[in-house]
């Protein structure tokens, strides 16, 4: 069976740092395109990185290109976004998703986890 787990969210202030986590089981990191999307109140669901199969290679949406970092564990089938430099902008309900053939586009992906909120306000 599928799952995918996000922890890490919470209530942070402009400039600070989070690290969400995505524990991930029945299935394959290597074999799989692994999303992160996020969604803000009233708005539609949208990339924010995404790593490829196989070799790893890690895209990002504009918006938080240098301030995010996306790591894969295969040993422990996680993965991770580090975010700094939050904005109240990157305030959202941010989710994991995988498939074997995932994009930027959230209706790519099969598998998704329940998020995990994210609040950057002072």
């Known amino acids: 069976q599928v799952q995918l787990v996000e922890s890490g969210g919470g209530l942070v202030q402009p400039g600070g740092s989070l690290r969400l986590s995505c524990a991930t089981s029945?299935?394959?990191?290597?074999?799989?395109?692994i999303g992160w999307f996020r969604q803000a109140p009233g708005k539609g669901r949208e990339g924010v990185s995404c790593?490829?199969?196989?070799?790893?290679?890690?895209y990002y949406a504009d918006s938080v290109k240098g301030r995010f970092t996306f790591s894969r564990d295969n040993g422990k089938n996680t993965v991770s976004l580090q975010m700094n430099s939050l904005k109240p902008e990157d305030t959202a309900v941010y989710y994991c998703?995988?498939?074997?053939?995932?994009?930027?586009?959230?209706?790519?992906?099969?598998?998704w986890g329940q998020g995990t909120q994210v609040t950057v306000s002072s």
């Open positions: 029945g299935f394959s990191l290597d074999d799989n395109v």
């Open positions: 790593m490829s199969r196989y070799d790893g290679d890690t």
């Open positions: 998703a995988a498939d074997r053939s995932g994009t930027y586009r959230p209706m790519t992906y099969a598998y």
